[in-house]
């Protein structure tokens, strides 16, 4: 919880996190939300979109608190799934 705490002492308020390990499942928007479109297929160890093009909604900091701490007891009561590779995304708001 650190990091999102840190990010909203930064002045960010808006979070997510994106399981990295779904990247191979994601297509990146034609026309393109930032930037150009570019087509490309993220593989298996790649860092997927950033940005307005990552995957989800957008969440508050409380929102993002509690589906941190729902992950982290799910990894403890289900340690077989707890290898999923997430990325902290933030913005200003």
Known sequence: MGYFAFLHV????RFKLVNQNLNWL???PNPAKE???VEHTF?????????EETPGAWKSFDE???LYVALKRTWTMEPAI??????????LE
């Open 35 to 37: 930037g150009r479109f």
């Open 43 to 51: 593989g298996e160890h790649s860092s997927g979109p950033f940005g």
């Open 64 to 66: 993002i608190i509690e």
């Open 26 to 28: 994601v297509k990146l």
């Open 10 to 13: 930064l002045g960010y308020r």
């Open 82 to 91: 707890s290898n999923a590779w997430y990325d902290i995304h933030a913005k």
